[in-house]
């Protein structure tokens, strides 16, 4: 057969298929459970890159049932922010969760998720205090009300799913620490496993948001990755605030003013100002052209940093 034709007719592969209902996936669900299946969950609101497919394949290696969920969460946007225009192909969504997977797509209306509706929707699950009201969910940026979105759907999803592991990208290292913190609190019978965070080759982390980006804002954007690398090269040969100087450097040379750029403890994300003998997490978002980008990097502790 002609390459061309092999080219343009790859070997066909199974969408998966979508549920769109509470009432489906518990049935499906509950089948697996009386064959004593084991269930992962990977949340995501779609537009799938290599990073979503990476907690796919984890959950595949892993479980009997791989459900992904594909939702874009009304919950968590704040008035002014992009729900509405976030990039949306549940076709192409369904192809690469397939191929990468997950057995079944639970993708639901608005009305099937709050069927009451969004302003008469009266039980939110928020993890108060110290973990988002920082950073993100600082009232200035996105605000608590942002977790509280998350955390809110994310419950729902673990009360419809059950599952044995659900899996989260490190990507968004503040709402990781949230749910985990969630689960611990509420005793929510799932364990959390947290992926490290995809690239592109030039180490733009992978995101939907990055469809935002026009081809010169694209170039700049990946000055964000060059300035967690620059953090954590400096701080491990001169301590934290050279190397957040080094990062800052890297973003002013691409026209960047970061919303933030800190470094916090990785699990209680207190503010740190040297490396000792914990995580440490070195975060950062900026605007860059039409998308709001976020990123990080965990700095692990190493005897090099304990003896500096
Ligand atoms: P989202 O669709 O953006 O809500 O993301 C769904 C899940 O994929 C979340 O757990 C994210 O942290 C994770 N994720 C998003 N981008 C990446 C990435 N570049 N690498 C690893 N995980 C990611």
Do not use: W
């Amino acid at each position: 057969m002609n390459s061309d034709l092999l080219a343009d007719n790859p070997r066909p592969t199974a969408a998966a298929p979508v549920l769109r209902t509470k009432a489906e996936l518990r049935a499906a669900v509950a089948a697996a459970k009386r064959g004593a299946q084991t269930v992962g969950l990977v949340p995501t609101m779609g537009y799938l890159h290599d990073g979503h497919l990476a907690l796919i394949r984890a959950a595949r290696a892993e479980c009997d049932l791989v459900v992904m969920s594909l939702f874009v969460n009304p919950t968590q946007f704040g008035a002014g922010e992009d729900l509405d225009r976030y990039p949306r192909d549940e076709e192409r969504d369904l192809r690469l969760a397939g191929e990468a997977g997950a057995d079944l797509v639970f993708a639901p209306t608005v009305e099937e998720v709050y069927p009451d509706g969004l302003d008469r929707f009266a039980t939110y699950v928020e993890v108060t205090g110290s973990l988002t009201g920082v950073l993100d969910g600082d009232p200035a940026r996105r605000g608590p009300e942002h977790f509280r979105g998350v955390t809110t759907v994310v419950a729902k999803l673990f009360n419809l799913v059950d599952p044995d592991v659900a899996y989260f990208g490190q990507k968004d290292a503040q709402q990781a620490v949230v749910i985990r913190r969630m689960v611990r609190d509420l005793d929510f019978p799932v364990r959390i496993e947290v992926l490290p965070t995809v690239r592109e080759p030039d180490g733009l982390a992978m995101s939907s948001r990055n469809a935002y980006l026009e081809p010169a804002d694209r170039d700049r954007a990946t000055a964000l990755s060059r300035a967690l690398a620059a953090a954590e090269r400096g701080a491990r040969e001169g301590g934290l605030g050279i190397g957040l100087e080094g990062a800052r450097r890297e973003l002013a040379a691409a026209a960047i003013e970061p919303e933030y750029l800190e470094a916090r403890d990785a699990e209680t994300l207190a503010p740190v100002h040297a490396l000792a003998d914990r995580p440490v997490l070195v975060l950062v978002a900026a605007r860059v052209g039409a998308a709001r980008l976020i990123d990080n990097v965990l700095i692990h502790p190493t005897n090099a940093n304990l003896q500096s």
